[in-house]
């Protein structure tokens, strides 16, 4: 007669009932009151239906004390679908131990990572958690089993990585988004190297986390995330579509998009868009919508100076990068972070093969003490250096003017690109003539 469960499947069953059940049902309510998905919820809303394969599902934390308050290691970590390609998510159980990275949990996330990039697959961090477990890194022993590891794969670009800011994530989930190509912030959290708690304890100065990782100070002041989201639900839509504009690996051209509208169709609502007089602003996102396929357009860093205007977009259903001057903004006259902007999404684009597409109307760089106290030589250069770098092709159009190194910074006719085109009337040239009069005449 067999024993009762001589194969260990009741017990294995129980296993795994212990680890789907999270932190239990108190701390999952705790998440809803907040208006949050679990992070398994977060998962199942992302990927398509019952598409989630989860590796390291019955793994626990390596310190006997914290066995069993540790299902799944507080992360979750897998395979999946979205759409017809195989993606690496991994999410922070918030519910376990404030989502706090311990030992056995980071190394399955960095081995879902490693795993990741050697197969090609794009990678997809749901972060919610409040940096390492004190435990698990304290002593020698566990800084260097914890910190990041030399021998893991550097992070090349060699696939699409994005990270969700879905809780108050300090630490782990900040190291991962500063080094992601695309950033979702939701509404109500923080992203910050450390949080109001340790801030106090360790210099004394008093903080909120919104003022130290919000929404606002990455929208506006530090230009650290790509995107804005209401809810859980809006971020995990928003990296469904943004991943739909890159290839799943950099050995990959990006996806071609049915279109309905022919390349050639003309486009008279142009003339009324841009005014003739050149002081005259206008909003340069009305000509970009004109220009791409209909609702393929896609702001990164929209309130981030926006004297540049940095998205994807599609044009014949190509995916392509727009770098495009907004007159509506310190007239088109860039500043640090338009520089910052687009030396960053240069190198997006150069990675991904996506062709860069820029439109000029600037009336040069924006220039003063607070620019000159921000490094604005070096970001200028640093903005010409990934152009030399690049390796897509480049297409530039000069709208109305393109005026001094501003000029050059744009993709101007110095620049090698594959094509240059000019608005009938465009002015090209080192400063407006005006400006150069008075200059000239010491006025």
């Not at 067999?2 to 017990?11: I, K, N, Q, V, Y």
């Not at 049915?258 to 005014?275: A, G, K, M, N, Y």
């Not at 996102?285 to 393929?296: F, K, N, P, W, Y």
């Not at 902007?341 to 684009?349: G, M, P, Q």
Request: proline fraction near 7%; charge should be negative; hydrophobic fraction near 40%.
């Amino acid at each position: 007669m067999t024993p009762p469960d001589s194969h260990g499947l009741d017990a294995l069953e129980t296993r795994q009932a212990d680890a789907l059940a999270m932190g239990g049902p108190d701390r999952i309510a705790r998440q809803h009151e907040k208006g949050r998905l679990t992070a398994r919820e977060r998962i199942a809303s992302l990927l398509e239906p019952d598409s989630f394969d989860e590796l390291g599902l019955l793994a626990r934390s390596d310190l006997p004390e914290a066995r069993d308050r540790t299902p799944a290691d507080g992360k979750i970590c897998g395979y999946g679908q979205i759409g017809d390609r195989t993606v690496a998510v991994s999410a922070d159980d918030v519910t376990v131990l404030a989502g706090a990275g311990g030992r056995i949990g980071v190394g399955k996330q960095m081995a879902l990572m490693a795993y990741a990039q050697r197969k090609g697959y794009p990678m997809i961090h749901l972060g919610d958690a409040g940096g390492a477990r004190v435990p698990d890194i304290m002593g020698s022993d566990g800084m260097m089993s914890m910190v990041y590891r030399i021998d893991q794969p550097p992070r090349d670009r060699s696939i699409p990585l994005l990270t969700l800011i879905m809780g108050e994530c300090y630490g782990g989930p900040t190291w991962t988004a500063s080094v992601s190509d695309i950033v979702i912030q939701v509404k109500g959290t923080a992203m910050c190297v450390g949080g109001p708690s340790i801030l106090e304890i360790a210099t004394g100065e008093q903080a909120t986390a919104e003022a130290l990782g919000g929404p606002a100070l990455h929208a506006h002041t530090t230009g650290l995330v790509d995107l804005f989201a209401d809810s859980d639900e809006h971020a995990l839509q928003l990296a469904r579509h943004c991943l739909s504009y890159f290839p799943s690996s950099a050995r990959d051209l990006p996806p071609v998009a049915p279109t309905s509208r022919p390349v050639d169709t003309p486009l008279p609502e142009l003339l009324d868009i841009v005014p003739t007089d050149p002081r005259q602003p206008y909003d340069m996102h009305r000509l970009l919508e004109q220009v791409v396929d209909t609702g393929s357009l896609l702001e990164l860093k929209p309130s981030y100076d926006g004297s540049l205007i940095t998205a994807l977009a599609r044009i014949d259903g190509h995916v392509v990068g727009l770098l495009a001057n907004n007159p509506k903004v310190t007239a088109g006259a860039m500043g640090p972070g338009a520089c910052e902007k687009a030396t960053s999404f240069i190198c997006l684009c150069d990675s991904f093969h996506i062709p860069l597409v820029f439109l000029h109307d600037t009336p040069g760089f924006f220039v003063g003490r607070r620019a000159e106290e921000r490094q604005m030589p070096l970001k200028i250069m640093n903005f010409i250096e990934a152009l030399h770098h690049s390796s897509v092709p480049r297409v530039s159009l000069v709208v109305r003017k393109s005026y001094g190194m501003a000029h050059c910074n744009m993709s101007g006719g110095n620049m090698g690109n594959d094509l240059m085109l000019a608005w009938p009337g465009a002015d090209i040239s080192f400063m407006a003539p005006a400006v150069a009069v008075n200059v000239a005449h010491g006025r």
